[in-house]
Nanobody
Framework: QVQLVESGGGLVQAGGSLRLSCTASGRTVSGYAMGWFRQAPGKQREFVAVINYSGGSTDYTDSVKGRFTTSRDNAKNTAYLQMNSLKPEDTAVYYC????????????????????WGQGTQVTVSS
């Protein structure tokens, strides 16, 4: 079993920055891609970003490209989501997740491709 804990959320003004962390425990996740999703009030959870198992490849949803950056430190079993130039529409609960498949070729945007999920951290961007 893998437990994921997100941290770093909070309240920030538009244009500000936050850095989310997602730390895994229970076993190493260095062989698995790690994804970020978010769910705004009244909306379905949506894909935000993903980083492959080595950290050498990433993918982002169009609305965050150029503003968000995901990275990972496999020695710390941790992934990060650096969020810059935040907008009110970025307000949501942010979740990290671990891919079901080890050493997957390619990056996945679908929730069903992820096995373990964190509890989420709230990000609120005021205008």
């Amino acid at each position: 079993q893998v437990q994921l804990v997100e941290s770093g959320g909070g309240l920030v003004q538009a244009g500000g920055s936050l850095r989310l962390s997602c730390t895994a425990s229970g076993r190493t996740v260095s062989g698995y891609a790690m994804g970020w999703f978010r769910q705004a009030p009244g909306k379905q959870r949506e894909f935000v970003a993903v980083i492959n198992y080595s950290g050498g490849s990433t993918d982002y949803t169009d609305s965050v490209k150029g503003r968000f950056t995901t990275s990972r430190d496999n020695a710390k079993n941790t992934a990060y989501l650096q969020m810059n130039s935040l907008k009110p529409e970025d307000t949501a609960v942010y979740y990290c997740a671990v891919d079901r498949t080890a050493l997957r070729f390619g990056l996945r945007r679908y929730e069903s491709d992820y096995r373990y999920w964190g509890q989420g951290t709230q990000v609120t961007v005021s205008s």
